[in-house]
């Protein structure tokens, strides 16, 4: 990066790929990742576990090689600059507990300072500045280790701020929190991004809501590929052409899999769980995300589901969200790939279900006329 | 930061970035960097819900050795074994310290991986993690070095170790103690880069290692009982020449564990002890050969970790 010259991407990766080592066979993290993140820019990396975001932040903030392809943060080689890479950037990582539980809040973020090169004096400072601004005031003088979940993920935030970085890597940061918290953590990355001018957040996630609230570009990831970039709206628009409904259905054995090879069925998978999913297993029944090619195809679902001999507990038409986009980009939603991890929890703070305007039927037996207008 | 049309972003105007922020100050981060790390280390260290615990970990165990040894020449060797003592005593004083030194920059390494999490953040820091481990080794260090000068000084008071301060020879002691002590910061840091691939928590790693050195330094026993291949390691070894230089500053004249009848040293040399100059000569060289390869040897581990993905992976993941 020379001084006098335009500011490079904040992010530019070209032909990234990381393949793991291990045994029995090698794992392809990162299969060829072309990326560029603009400075100022809040962008976000969706995709379900083990899509390869992690890995990508790795690499990025200089704690993993890539095996070839390349990397740069603001112009700078991730393999041969990582000094000046990091003095201008901070990550913070969620859904873990890490901290020296001996030290009180202060002294580890005074120490962390100091490891990023502030003075002593400056270093004090900033860290009272930021232990008020992420709301830790009462734990000021209070050990780590006695700290609560949402409060270490504060304490982590602020030491992700404490060398006020250019770029700012979030690695899953609200995973684990309660609502409060988790929104608590949002909002300061959206106040802490819109102070400056230029401030850059690489946020990855795998709550649709949280990159759709957040992020100004998302980039979907799966299986170390990056399928689709955009803002959320243009990301939306690709499934606009298709009918988007949430079934909730009783008494359907097969699930979402006996609805897809239906006529004008584009896909059906099993609604995530903070989309109505969660309501449905508390119900006992299914709930299910079915794209069809036009709302006409809807009779021969219904039909379908009567001979199959279930029961249809509420329907309703709803817009486009980001899992339909990556329903649409992969051919499976973030459930399937959950599967065997135990269930993927639901964003936290994030308000129940609100996929957009739609229009519920009453319950009613497939095959049963429905009384209200089905399309928008 | 000043204010700069960013071309082609999504921000119509952006901050332009600070290149002075870029440059750092080298020797003044490096130094902010293992002061902090030193009182981080402290801190752990000196954590103790129990005094006595601490007490019992940094004094009584390596007193303890002392005692088990000087006991055990005593049954073995009867009144032959006194003129061992002050060699056991002071030996095995400085022992703890060859081992609290090498352990502290690899539990440093498993602590901030396994128990606080932490690595990954102090590793993509600005800092140099080489000098942070340092720093943090450095809390070790000096409680080892607490324990040693503790351990000496009950040999006087009780056990009758002849060290008389007017005796001392200060200039060997001078230059044996600095080149000792990058010795064993170096071994530790071999240690650390071992500790750095594992995937276990291999805490006794490094009592391992120090172990298996015992052996053949000299620390309790003359090298020459030893066979003639041990008696080469011990030779290449620096901290056999740093416990002679040591141990002949402390108490001139005492008992060589490097020379003797029968031993390599003699044979090799030609006269049956070395002199200060020989030590500290021998010293210095394999000091200098050991850090040499503690440096090549830990910046690989540390590419190495970094390839396989394993700076930020626990035991548990």
């Not at chain 1, 000021?140 to 609560?148: K, P």
């Not at chain 1, 097969?254 to 769980?273: D, H, I, Q, T, W």
């Not at chain 1, 709302?295 to 009567?306: I, K, P």
């Not at chain 2, 052996?215 to 390691?233: D, E, K, N, R, Y």
């Amino acid at each position: 990066m020379t001084e006098a010259g335009p500011t490079p991407p904040a992010v530019e990766t070209r032909g990234l790929e990381r393949i793991y080592r291990i045994k029995p066979r090698p794992v392809t993290a990162l299969a060829g990742v072309d990326v560029r993140v603009e400075p100022g820019e809040f962008f976000g990396l969706l995709g379900p576990n083990g899509a390869g975001k992690t890995t990508l932040i790795k690499i990025l903030t200089t704690l993993l090689l890539p095996t070839s392809g390349s990397a740069r943060v603001f112009g700078f080689d991730v393999v041969s600059e990582t000094k000046q890479i990091r003095r201008i950037m901070n990550m913070v990582a969620g859904g873990e507990q890490s901290g020296y539980g001996i030290l009180t809040t202060r002294e580890q973020l005074w120490m962390f300072s100091q490891f990023y090169g502030l003075g002593t004096r400056e270093g004090w400072r900033r860290v009272d500045e930021l232990v008020e601004l992420v709301g830790l005031t009462e734990q000021r003088e209070q050990r780590v280790s006695t700290l609560s979940t949402g409060q270490r993920q504060k304490l982590n935030v602020a030491r992700g701020l404490l060398n006020d970085p250019w770029i700012l890597f979030l690695d899953e940061p609200t995973l684990g929190l309660d609502v409060g918290a988790a929104r608590a953590v949002r909002e300061l990355m959206t106040a802490w991004r819109a102070a400056v001018p230029g401030r850059t957040i690489l946020l990855t996630t795998h709550y649709m809501a949280e990159a759709d609230e957040l992020c100004e570009r998302i980039a979907i990831v799966d299986r170390g590929r990056i399928l689709a970039i955009g803002t959320p709206a243009e990301l939306k628009r690709r499934v606009q052409r298709e009918s988007i409904f949430r079934l909730e259905v009783d008494r359907l054995a097969a699930g979402a899999r006996a609805l897809a090879p239906l006529p004008g069925v584009v896909s059906a998978v099993p609604a995530s769980e903070a989309d109505t999913g969660r309501e449905a297993a508390g119900r006992g029944t299914v709930a299910i995300t079915l794209v069809l090619r036009d709302d006409a195809a809807l009779g021969g679902v219904v039909g379908a589901l009567g001979e199959l001999g279930a029961r249809i507990v509420a329907l309703r038409k709803s817009e486009p969200t980001l899992e339909d986009v990556f329903v649409e980009l992969v051919g499976r939603g973030f459930e399937d790939e959950a599967e065997g991890d135990g269930a993927r929890p639901p964003m936290p703070g994030a308000e129940p279900a609100a996929p957009g305007p739609s229009h519920t039927t009453h319950p009613h037996e497939p095959g049963e006329p429905s009384d209200e207008p089905l399309a928008t | 930061m000043s204010r700069t049309a960013v071309s082609g972003s999504a921000m119509s105007e952006a901050v332009a970035l600070d290149p002075g922020r870029l440059r750092g100050r080298p020797v003044r981060d490096a130094w902010r960097s293992f002061a902090t790390a030193a009182r981080l280390g402290w801190q752990m260290e000196a954590n103790w819900t129990d005094p006595l615990l601490f007490f019992i970990y940094s004094v009584a165990k390596p007193v303890a050795a002392a005692l088990i040894l000087v006991v055990m020449i005593e049954v073995i060797g009867g009144s032959a074994g006194r003129g061992l003592r002050a060699f056991v005593v002071v030996g095995s004083a400085l022992w703890s310290f060859v081992v609290s030194g090498m352990a502290g920059l690899a539990w440093s390494v498993l602590d901030d991986r396994e128990r606080y999490r932490m690595l990954k953040y102090v590793y993509v820091s600005p800092s140099a993690f080489g000098i942070v481990l340092l720093g943090r080794g450095m809390a070790r260090l000096a409680i080892g070095a607490m324990g040693a000068a503790i351990t000496l000084a009950v040999g006087v008071a009780f056990l009758g170790v002849p060290l008389d301060l007017a005796r001392v020879d200060w200039p060997l002691l001078a230059v044996a103690m600095p080149l000792g002590l990058v010795a064993i910061v170096a071994l530790g840091a071999m240690l650390a880069a071992v500790c750095l691939q594992t995937r276990q928590e291999s805490w006794s790693y490094p009592e391992a290692a120090a172990g298996a050195l015992f052996l053949v330094v000299g620390a309790v026993f003359p090298l020459h009982v030893l066979p003639a291949m041990a008696q080469a390691a011990g030779l290449l070894t620096p901290l056999t020449w740093w416990l002679e230089g040591v141990r002949q500053a402390l108490v001139p004249g005492s008992a060589s564990a490097i020379g003797g009848d029968g031993s390599l040293w003699a044979e090799l040399s030609g006269h049956a002890t070395p002199g200060g100059i020989e030590i500290t000569a021998a010293l210095l060289a394999t000091s200098a050969l050991v850090t040499l390869v503690a440096a090549t040897v830990f910046r690989l581990s540390e590419r190495r970790a970094k390839d396989r993905g394993l700076i930020d992976r626990t035991s548990g993941s």
